[in-house]
Structures are given as C-alpha cells and as structure tokens.
C-alpha cells in the first residue's frame, strides 16, 4: 500500500457543482494534513490544513479528516473553471523530522 | 515579502556539465526542501535542511548536493548532469513548531539536460 494514495483522475464536474477529492494514508499515527492545489505549469500553492478529525472551512473549500478510517478529503463547492487544476494531499506522518509525504495528485476539471 | 524565490527559471545543460540551482526564502522559515517533479509522477524529495548547517537526505538524493550556510539560502548543485535529471526542481520552506508544517514553494526551475 502507498504511504499516501489519490485517484489519478481526471475527476470532471459540471461548474457550480461540488467537487469531492479524497486522500488515505497508511500510517495511523499521521498528524499534519494538507492539500495543495498546482496549475499546470506552476508550483503547489497550499490551500487548506487540517490537524484534529472533523471538518475544516475556507471559503468555498471544506477539508475533512477521519483518522479512524485513515482517510482525509477535500470539497469545493460551487466549483468554478478557475479550479481546474492538479490536488496534491501530503501527510505528515508521526514521529521522525517534519517531513511530508504527497501523493501523485487529483486531476479536477471543471466544465461550463 | 517575497516568500520563496529560485533561479534560473529555465535552464538547458549538456550531459556532464553541472550547475547550481539557487534558492532564497524571506520568511525566517527554519526547514527548507528541494523537490523534483517528473511528469504525472508527483513530488520526490531530494535533500531537506532543518537549519543552517543542517542537512539531509529525502528520497532520490543521488547526484545531487546541497549546502546551507544562512537561514535564507539553500542551493541545489547538480554534478555532471544526466538526462535523467530532466525535471522541474521546487525549492520549499515551511516553519516547523509542533505538528505545525505548512510548506510554501518557490517558482520551479525547469531543466532540461541534452
């Protein structure tokens, strides 16, 4: 099992739609999560943190983090063009330095 | 605050040539990472640094080098240059305190050996 896992994609939904991506990871004792968005061409810019089980809102986003079922996910309501883009989840797993692990991403498009 | 800047943005090597990626952080971050990214493959860490004079191997260090003197800097030097080397390179810092380690990446450099 990789340490970090996403579905490759693409995932397609309509614009005004709600995007759903989902990350698991396999070290229970994981700590620090995160996602990252990464047009193409450009570098991951971090758009949401989330560090105790529940939900987690920004804005039109809403990270949500299940440690039970080791799995951690990222909504985006009301999805527009402008979130088409790369979703990068990264973990911190426990103990050692403070080094996270990212998985291959999720590609979203959002179409008219 | 400029955040985390790298030069070159582009770059063509011949096979065996080497070179120095550059990279500078303004926020007072104490880690700081370099990352290769390979088409549809994601993030692969080269070398990170938890402070100056600190540094240490991540997952595909192999021909490469880093060095860290100050805070601030943290360059990636590349010894003669393979075509396997052909990648984007992310400079990253993050201030680690407790289980807090948001990162923040640089502009990528893209770098192509022939």
């Known amino acids: 099992q990789k340490e970090v896992e996403q579905n490759s994609g693409p995932l397609s939904v309509p614009e005004g739609a709600i995007a759903s991506l989902n990350c698991t990871y396999s070290?229970?004792?994981?700590?620090?999560f995160f996602w990252y968005r990464q047009y193409s061409g450009k570098s991951p810019e971090l758009i949401m943190s989330?560090?105790?089980?529940g939900d987690k809102e920004d804005g039109r986003f809403t990270a949500q983090l299940n440690k039970a079922s080791q799995y951690v996910s990222l909504l985006i309501r009301d999805s527009q063009p402008s979130d088409s883009a790369t979703y990068l989840c990264?973990?911190?797993?426990?103990?050692?330095?403070?080094?996270?692990?990212f998985g291959r991403g999720t590609s979203l498009i959002v179409h008219p | 605050n400029a955040g985390v800047t790298q030069t070159p943005k582009f770059r063509i090597l011949k096979i065996g040539q080497s070179m120095t990626l550059q990279c500078t952080q303004d926020?007072?971050?104490?880690?700081m990472y370099w990352y290769r990214q390979d088409p549809g493959m994601g993030l692969k860490l080269i070398y990170y640094?938890?402070?100056?004079?600190?540094?240490d191997k991540g997952e595909v260090p192999n021909g490469y080098n880093v060095s860290r003197s100050t805070t601030e800097d943290f360059p990636l030097r590349l010894e003669l240059a393979a075509p396997s080397q052909t990648s984007v390179y992310f400079c990253a810092s993050s201030y680690v305190a407790g289980t807090y380690n948001e990162q923040f990446f640089g502009p990528g450099t893209r770098l192509t050996v022939l």
């Open positions: 990264a973990v911190k797993k426990s103990g050692g330095s403070y080094i996270p692990t």
């Open positions: 989330i560090y105790s089980n």
């Open positions: 926020m007072n971050h104490n880690y």
């Open positions: 640094s938890v402070g100056a004079g600190i540094t």
């Open positions: 070290d229970r004792g994981s700590q620090s």
